[in-house]
Every structure is written in structure tokens, then in C-alpha cells.
């Protein structure tokens, strides 16, 4: 059988009507949301319909498995609060859709909650070992509701964790998220490495009062101690960091949040991520130096929220080179080589085993927004060179 490429592409646009935002092709489809729990019900029927065996994990991921050793491919099918039609979803289609189209040894896979709602990529971390099940059901997200609380409405449809030992290795296609093969007009990343992430919460307390009587000296203001502290990291960071080096204030939350109030705290998210393990515990000790260096100076508590990281992984070489062979075979001279500075369950599988990534390019590099988005004959492109790559791995 050969690819179909319109069975492919409908099958995304299925996926993409669980958790539809109504903006642009947006989706809204936060890990064991209902509509992360659906479109995993699709998926499953979808994945039986192809010979594969569908098989949930008490995390929620979700298995396809081929009749004995097999190589896996996949991605995860949940998204951010507000999220892209493709970011995950395209890589669980795709690998169906070469599983289903050649008679090659393919089990195809969902992983659950690579988005980190409740930390970061939090399904294939505990499925590969890199974290606790039991320490993960305390983790809890932004409005503080426990994974284990959260993942309860699927333990109907769960079975035992998959074992490992019967996939020979893990191939993941995702689109860039960046801006890369979109300027340059390349039609393929084939990816060498993915950055490495540290991410935790932290918490300046000071006193609540009001804005209109407490003068400014008296004041214990945890967003003054925010707004110094990113002031002061920013400026320390510049003798580390690279360009290729990132971090992130994302999430913030002032109480008690009113205009007439002197906020008493500040939480909030922060997230480093570079290619150098190195340079990752370096701006952690800036961090952790500097946030308590405000707090003395301006008299207000500091705590630190439990560290979640990733280490820097390079790709597999042989995985690569088969990329590379597809690449060349159906883009000639319109790939390239590049790291991923976006986080993948790949970086989780290959604790396990060899792994590689492929990138289709995201226009104007946006990702993580309602407006992420590719063209549907680049699509179809990347889906051809993972055919032509699994093929010749998998070549009878
Ligand atoms: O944040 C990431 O890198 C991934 O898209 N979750
Ligand atoms: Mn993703
Ligand atoms: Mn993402």
C-alpha cells in the first residue's frame, strides 16, 4: 500500500476539530482535558482500524503496537492552553499513516502531557523512567490540581505501562516551531540535538497594604521584587549566555491582583534552555543568587518551587543518516541539518533507546498560538521523507 496522502491530511483536520479554539485552526486541548480525552478515543479506533494494537499507560499515553519488535514513531496529541493544529498532532499522524501504508514493523504513539501542565513532558518522562509515577500525581498545575486528580477519568481505559524492550527505536516528525526553514525556504530540518530545559516556580512574599497610605519606602512589594530580579538576571545573564540560549518569565501571578493593593506575592514560572549542560547550572546559580539577593534587600520571603530539567541529547546517527537519505531522495537540496530548540518526547525516549527528529517548516516561525500553521503540501513532503527514511531502516 502506499501513502494517502488525503487519508493523512483528513486525519489531522479530524484531530484538529477535538479542543477547536474557533480561532484560525487554533486548538485548546490541555492534557486530560475532555477533549485530549476524545481525541485519544479517536486515535485509539483510528490506530485498531490500522492493525495496531491500541494501548493506554496510567499516565494516559497511548500506544499502537505492531505484532512483536517494532520501530515506534509518534509524537503527543495534547497542546498548550493555546495551542497549534500541528504542535504534536502531526507527528501521531503521520506516524499512523506510514504505519498504516507500508507493511513495515510501525507502532505508533501518543505520549500524554508533553505540553507540562503538570511539568515537562510529563507522560514520556514517567513512561521512560525519568520520573515517579506516585512523585508525579503531586505535581499540580497552574490552578492547583494534582496529575493523579486530573488523570483519575482514564484509568477506565488504562492497561499496564508499555514495555520498551520490543521497539528497536523512536523516530518523532514535528514542525520547527521557529523561524529557520521558513526563511531560509528549506522544506526539511533534519535535527542533531535538542537543547536541554531547566523550569520551577518561584515566590516573593512581602506585605499586602494599601496604595493609597503605604508609602513607597515602607513598602514590601513582591512585583517590585519581580521586576528587579528580571531586570538583574537579564543584565547577569550577558556574560553566559549565547544566542541560541532562551529564558522565559511566562506565567505570573500577583495577589492579591487588584489595582488599589500593594501585591504581597509574586509567583511565578521561570524556564531556561540551552545546548550546554554547563550554562544551564550557571544561570541557576545567577537565578537562585539573585532572587535572594532582592528578597534581602527589599525584606521579603523567597521560595524556591521543586526544579523540573532536561539534559542536552544529540540524535542518533544512524536514525539520522536514514533522514538524511529520505531528505535527499524527496528534497533535493532543500534540507538541512539542525538543533531543536524546542522540547521533545524524544529527549525522554532516548533514555531508552536511539532516537531522531524531523522538522516540516512553521510559517513565519509561529508556534504555541492559535496561528501556527504549515503548508499542507510541506506536510505531505516531511510525511514522504519519513516514509522513504522508515523504509529503508525497516527494508526486509
Ligand atoms: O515547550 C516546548 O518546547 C514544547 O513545545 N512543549
Ligand atoms: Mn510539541
Ligand atoms: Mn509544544
Do not use: C
Not at 513607597?216 to 540560549?245: C, K
Not at 510559517?363 to 519519513?386: K, M, Y
Amino acid at each position: 500500500m502506499a501513502i494517502d496522502e488525503n487519508r493523512f491530511l483528513a486525519d489531522l483536520h479530524t484531530l484538529r476539530e477535538f479542543g477547536a479554539s474557533g480561532v484560525g485552526k487554533g486548538v485548546t486541548r490541555p492534557a486530560y482535558s475532555q477533549a485530549d480525552i476524545a481525541a485519544r478515543r479517536w486515535l485509539a479506533m483510528r490506530m485498531q482500524e490500522a492493525g495496531l494494537q491500541p494501548q493506554f499507560d496510567p499516565v494516559g499515553n497511548l500506544f499502537g503496537l505492531a505484532q512483536g519488535s517494532s520501530l515506534l514513531m509518534g509524537s503527543h496529541s495534547d497542546s498548550q492552553p493555546e495551542g497549534g493544529w500541528l504542535d504534536g498532532a502531526l507527528g501521531v499522524i503521520a506516524a499512523l499513516e506510514v504505519a498504516r501504508a507500508t507493511d513495515r514493523p510501525i507502532s505508533v504513539v501518543s505520549f500524554q502531557d508533553e505540553e507540562g501542565r503538570f511539568g515537562v513532558t510529563t507522560g514520556s518522562a514517567i513512561w521512560s523512567g525519568g520520573l515517579n509515577l506516585s512523585q508525579a500525581d503531586s505535581l499540580t498545575d497552574h490552578a492547583g490540581v494534582t496529575l493523579g486528580a486530573a488523570r483519575a477519568p482514564m484509568q477506565d481505559l488504562a492497561q499496564g505501562f508499555v514495555d520498551p524492550g520490543q521497539f528497536t527505536g523512536f523516530i518523532e516528525m514535528h514542525i520547527e516551531q521557529g523561524p529557520s526553514l521558513d526563511e531560509s525556504g528549506d522544506l526539511i530540518g533534519v535535527v542533531t540535538d535538542i537543547v536541554g530545559i531547566r523550569d520551577m516556580v518561584i515566590t516573593f512574599e512581602g506585605q499586602q497594604n494599601h496604595a493609597g497610605t503605604t508609602p513607597m519606602h515602607l513598602r514590601r512589594d513582591a512585583f517590585q521584587a519581580l521586576s528587579s530580579f528580571n531586570s538583574l538576571i537579564n543584565d547577569r545573564f550577558r556574560n553566559v549566555v549565547t544566542p541560541q540560549t532562551v529564558w522565559t518569565i511566562g506565567h505570573v501571578g500577583l495577589h492579591p491582583n487588584a489595582s488599589s493593593i500593594v501585591p504581597g506575592r509574586a509567583r511565578f514560572s521561570m524556564q531556561w534552555r540551552d545546548g550546554d549542560a554547563a550554562r544551564l547550572i550557571r544561570m541557576e546559580d545567577i537565578i537562585r543568587t539573585t532572587a535572594q539577593e532582592v528578597a534581602d534587600q527589599l525584606d521579603l520571603n523567597l521560595r524556591f518551587g521543586s526544579m523540573l530539567g532536561l539534559e542536552p541529547v544529540a540524535m542518533d546517527q544512524g536514525l539520522q543518516r536514514a533522514l538524511v537519505q529520505g531528505a535527499e531522495h524527496v528534497a533535493p537540496g532543500h534540507w538541512r541539518r539542525m538543533p531543536s530548540g524546542a522540547l521533545h518526547d524524544a529527549t525522554n525516549v532516548s533514555r531508552l533507546m536511539p532516537v531522531a527528529l524531523l522538522f516540516a517548516p512553521s510559517i513565519n516561525g509561529i508556534s504555541h498560538d492559535f496561528a501556527e500553521d504549515t503548508a499542507e503540501e510541506d506536510l505531505v513532503v516531511g510525511l514522504r521523507v519519513l516514509e522513504r527514511a522508515v523504509s529503508s531502516l525497516l527494508a526486509p
